[in-house]
Nanobody
Framework: QVQLVESGGGLVQAGGSLRLSCAASGRTFSRYAMGWFRQAPGKERELVAV????????YYAESVKGRFTISRDNAKDTVYLQMNSLKPEDTAVYYC???????????????WGQGTQVTVSS
């Protein structure tokens, strides 16, 4: 089992920045690829970004490319999502997830956090 706890969400004005953190505990963090997903009200949960076990490979949704950066610190068992130039349409609950493969599909991820709310005001 892997337990994931997100933090860093909040209310920010459009154009602002936030950094989300996801702390893992349980099994060896470096064994897992990590992903950030989000779910806006009335919409399905969608991929934001993923990062491989070593951090050498990353993937971003087109809607966040160039604005968001995913990174990880395996010594701290933590994955981050730096979000810059935030837009109102980025408003959502953000979830981190752990899986055995660097994948873009949600079903590949076995463990999920409880989510953290990000609200971007216009």
């Amino acid at each position: 089992q892997v337990q994931l706890v997100e933090s860093g969400g909040g209310l920010v004005q459009a154009g602002g920045s936030l950094r989300l953190s996801c702390a893992a505990s349980g099994r060896t963090f470096s064994r897992y690829a990590m992903g950030w997903f989000r779910q806006a009200p009335g919409k399905e949960r969608e991929l934001v970004a993923v990062i491989s076990r070593t951090g050498g490979t990353t993937y971003y949704a087109e809607s966040v490319k160039g604005r968001f950066t995913i990174s990880r610190d395996n010594a701290k068992d933590t994955v981050y999502l730096q979000m810059n130039s935030l837009k109102p349409e980025d408003t959502a609950v953000y979830y981190c997830a752990a899986g055995s493969y660097t994948a873009v599909v949600q079903r590949s991820y076995d463990y999920w956090g409880q989510g953290t709310q990000v609200t971007v005001s216009s």
